[in-house]
């Protein structure tokens, strides 16, 4: 995979539900408008989120059939990435993660994951999930024992790890020290020597909430770890009341597709661009809010493809 463009890729949260995009939990089939879009849209990669079938064990044969399904309706050969969401490395403490490792790698024996991604926050604590991933403690002490976590699961990992970006989320984000969030994640990354995820939304999120706004959202890109970044993410966003929300409810902004177009060029190990989560009517077709912005960000791959 290393050196390969794939370009376009996309990636869905697929909760266990009647209703939505997701699997259908009495029989682990997927929705149907989700079965339509894959199979009539073009894309190099797809990724999908890890969420558990109820509560229940960590058993790789809960998930088997229904991620069996999921890869039979997608194109032979593509290339499959899997959005993990129990690594938990914005923990405030250390605990054993030998089962999540043992149950990764046992669903990678069967489907060959591209990689394995997850979002650098806080997804529980104390075994008490978090209702929404809050982002690290962003203090200078944190950064050795982070780094310690990753490269553990650097090497407990079959899979490549990618790590994201934390989420900066309007009324909903506690932030714990004074650290720069672009330079605290370029020094986790660089020391652990793990790949990077840039997530547009994520970035913009965290330079709104601190006070910028125009050409400012785009400052300080030198500061990431632009040489480990191999994957960039785009989700539906929203600015309300000067509050900017990151909704995942496929309708890009400008400033996200501005951004990308000024991020893109920068990471030479960039491996695709991930549209995620697009927002699906009943025939796995896009609102037309978001067709426009959709075709400006596939067509910037494209052109960053050739």
Known sequence: ????????????????????????PATGLL????????????????MFSYQPRGCTGLDPGTYERAYDKLIETIPPGTPVALHHTLLNFGATRYYERKAIYDFTNALHERFKFAWVNEDI????HNGVPMPYPLPPLLIPENIGRTVEGLIEA?????????????????NLTVIVGRADAYDWFREVVER??????????????????????????????????????????????????????????????DE???????????????????YEDPSLDGSGRLPPAAILNVERLRHRVARWMH
């Open 1 to 24: 995979m290393e050196g390969r463009r794939l370009g376009f890729g996309i990636g869905f949260d697929l909760p266990w539900r009647n209703q939505g995009v997701g699997f259908r």
């Open 154 to 170: 650097k090497e407990a990992l079959i899979p490549a790890l990618h790590l994201e970006f934390p989420g900066f989320s309007a």
């Open 121 to 124: 926050g806080i997804w529980s």
């Open 192 to 253: 652990a020597d793990v790949a990077a995820t840039l997530d547009i939304g994520h970035l913009l999120s965290y330079r709104w909430m601190l006070g910028f706004r125009g050409e400012l959202l785009y400052a300080g890109l030198d500061r990431l770890p632009l040489q480990h970044c191999q994957e960039i993410h785009l989700s539906g966003c929203e600015v309300t009341d000067d509050q900017f929300h990151d909704l995942h409810h496929g309708i890009l902004m």
């Open 256 to 274: 996200q597709i501005e951004l990308l177009d000024r991020l893109i060029d920068l990471c030479p190990n960039l491996l695709g661009v991930t």
């Open 31 to 46: 929705s149907p408008e989700l079965v339509s879009y894959l199979r009539q849209e073009k894309y190099g990669y797809l």
